[in-house]
């Protein structure tokens, strides 16, 4: 069964930057899209950035506006069964859990990673 183990997270001032990492196993992951969430307190879990299995990247209008490009990045590391997330220029809107699933071959959600942004 595919598993996602999220870490990574931490407390971070505004302004400041985390490198989140999920590792999978239990799939073929370089076959597979991958996907990061992020779900805020009191808030419905939304999806941040998709990284598809050639590599082409998308991110959520909230986070591609244009005051925002560049601030989040994804990447996969296909020989590590990888999947990161740059986080630049964090705000506090950015505080959630982070997790991560695949679109394409979903599985039971992890415990996620704790991204906590102090102004």
């Known amino acids: 069964q595919v598993q996602f183990v999220e870490s990574g997270g931490g407390l971070v001032q505004a302004g400041g930057s985390l490198r989140l990492s999920c590792v999978v196993s239990?799939?073929?992951?370089?076959?597979?899209?991958m996907t990061w969430y992020r779900q805020a307190p009191g808030k419905q879990r939304e999806w941040v950035a998709r990284i598809t299995s050639s590599g082409l990247t998308i991110y959520a209008d909230s986070i591609h506006a244009d005051s925002a490009k560049g601030r989040f990045i994804i990447s996969r590391d296909n020989t590590k069964n990888t999947v990161y997330l740059q986080m630049n220029r964090l705000v506090p809107e950015d505080t959630a859990v982070y997790h991560c699933?695949?679109?394409?071959?979903?599985?039971?959600w992890g415990q996620g990673t704790q991204v906590t942004v102090s102004s």
């Open positions: 699933n695949s679109p394409t071959r979903p599985g039971p």
């Open positions: 239990g799939s073929t992951f370089s076959t597979d899209d």
